[in-house]
């Protein structure tokens, strides 16, 4: 009888332990998950931030050099470029001096 009475004490305290003991657990295995979630995630936007930075170097880099080695065609593909975008854009008034500031902007891009 006296061991069930001091079951029937313990029960609770057992109880709550039981109950609380794993939530934490839980939750702090949780927040850590998702901590490491956004680290990596932001650590994968920070690396293809800079490999896209770093593609934008090598093509203008390739650009120049295939410009400098065949000037005719790079002149040739220029002004097929200014024909397209003259075209395009024919319904608009604008001068040539925004045309070549747009084409400037497209190669800086």
Same mark, same amino acid.
């Given at each position: 009888?006296?061991?069930?009475?001091?079951?029937?004490?313990?029960?609770?305290?057992?109880?709550?332990?039981?109950?609380?003991?794993?939530?934490?657990?839980?939750?702090?295995?949780?927040?850590?998950?998702?901590?490491?979630?956004?680290?990596?995630? &932001? &650590?994968?936007?920070?690396?293809?931030?800079?490999?896209?930075?770093?593609?934008?170097?090598?093509? $203008?880099?390739?650009?120049? $050099?295939?410009?400098?080695?065949?000037?005719?065609?790079?002149?040739?593909?220029? %002004?097929? &470029?200014?024909?397209?975008?003259?075209?395009?854009?024919? %319904?608009?008034?604008?001068?040539?001096?925004?045309? &070549?500031?747009?084409? %400037?902007?497209?190669?800086?891009?």
């Amino acid at each position: 009888m006296a061991s069930i009475l001091k079951a029937t004490r313990l029960a609770p305290a057992l109880r709550a332990y039981a109950v609380q003991r794993p939530s934490v657990y839980i939750l702090g295995e949780r927040s850590m998950t998702n901590f490491k979630d956004k680290e990596r995630g &932001e &650590e994968t936007v920070h690396f293809r931030k800079a490999d896209e930075e770093l593609l934008r170097k090598l093509l $203008q880099k390739v650009k120049a $050099q295939a410009d400098s080695a065949d000037s005719t065609q790079a002149q040739e593909s220029a %002004k097929s &470029e200014l024909q397209s975008l003259k075209g395009m854009l024919s %319904k608009y008034n604008i001068s040539d001096a925004d045309y &070549e500031a747009i084409m %400037k902007w497209k190669h800086d891009v």
